[in-house]
């Protein structure tokens, strides 16, 4: 009878079960923490054809805020 294949202990198993998880499984354990530390915006197909790049949305993002600024400091003279 032939011995079947040794792993030597680095390679993954085809398949988990939840018993080898005895702490249990969570589904989104982290994902608070990933929400936190990103700060990627999802754009409008329409609005994202309109920026090349990623710099281009934060110079008009910038060109906005500044005006608005303006606008507000124009108000309360």
Do not use: C, H, Q, W
């Amino acid at each position: 009878m032939k011995k079947g294949k040794r792993s030597n202990g680095k390679e993954l198993r085809r398949e988990y079960k939840r018993a080898d998880f005895p702490k249990g499984l969570a589904r989104g354990k982290y994902a608070s923490r990933v929400r936190a530390g990103s700060n990627v915006v999802r754009l409008d197909p329409e609005i994202a054809s309109a920026f090349p790049t990623s710099e281009a949305v934060n110079e008009a993002l910038s060109t906005v805020l500044k005006a608005a600024k303006n606008a507000r400091v124009s108000k309360g003279r």
